[in-house]
T-cell receptor, first 114, second 111 residues
Framework: GAVVSQHPSWVICKSGTSVKIECRSLDFQATTMFWYRQFPKQSLMLMATSNEGSKATYEQGVEKDKFLINHASLTLSTLTVTSAHPEDSSFYIC??????????FGDGTRLSIL | LAKTTQPISMDSYEGQEVNITCSHNNIATNDYITWYQQFPSQGPRFIIQGYKTKVTNEVASLFIPADRKSSTLSLPRVSLSDTAVYYCLVGDNQAGTALIFGKGTTLSVSS
């Protein structure tokens, strides 16, 4: 089956640090990748959609200068949380979608900002 | 807003069949119905997808009536390890649009 790898799985860092999360589709080409955020006991919330080689489309309320998304190839997208603060602590999940395929999700990144 | 409505929670015992129904009254012609399973601190895992009638794989069956306004995920003979949140989503496989998650159904399986 389709595999999406997300790295790192867990990050703890100091306030003000920038953190990069990688999302890779291992066995298919992802025409579109998505980034979600999930708070405890809640459902996944879509943050942004990115197509390879294009600028990401952000959902309302998501700061594009805060959450930088790069989708440089058909197998890799990155999310950089810039100048992270404690309120950015969350579970970040990426997903990837190939042509005529359902979305497949990574295993998430637990981000804790101290 | 999520396009689907599911029960918030369900309880079952090991060995029983569990059926989770999902309503999607405004499903579009090009939309597929997809179910995911999520364990704590993990990403959602694809279970099954269908467009109409019945689809079966090694872990579940998906029943879709002719009007496609609802669907039922059937899990045969559940075990304790099936305790998880189950999400029903509708979306176009061809388009690059994201799946919008609702609250999901928390299934609790007891011995």
């Amino acid at each position: 089956g389709a595999v999406v790898s997300q790295h790192p799985s867990w990050v703890i860092c100091k306030s003000g640090t920038s953190v990069k999360i990688e999302c890779r589709s291992l066995d298919f080409q992802a025409t579109t990748m998505f980034w979600y955020r999930q708070f405890p006991k809640q459902s996944l919330m879509l943050m942004a959609t990115s197509n390879e080689g294009s600028k990401a489309t952000y959902e309302q309320g998501v700061e594009k200068d805060k959450f930088l998304i790069n989708h440089a190839s058909l197998t890799l997208s990155t999310l950089t949380v810039t100048s992270a603060h404690p309120e950015d602590s969350s579970f970040y999940i990426c997903s990837a979608k190939g042509a005529n395929q359902p979305q497949h999700f990574g295993d998430g990144t637990r981000l804790s900002i101290l | 807003l999520a396009k689907t409505t599911q029960p918030i929670s369900m309880d079952s015992y090991e060995g029983q069949e569990v059926n989770i129904t999902c309503s999607h009254n405004n499903i579009a012609t090009n939309d597929y119905i997809t179910w995911y399973q999520q364990f704590p601190s993990q990403g959602p895992r694809f279970i099954i997808q269908g467009y109409k009638t019945k689809v079966t794989n090694e872990v579940a069956s998906l029943f879709i009536p002719a009007d496609r306004k609802s669907s039922t995920l059937s899990l045969p003979r559940v075990s304790l390890s099936d305790t998880a949140v189950y999400y029903c989503l509708v979306g176009d496989n061809q388009a690059g649009t994201a799946l919008i998650f609702g609250k999901g159904t928390t299934l609790s399986v007891s011995s």
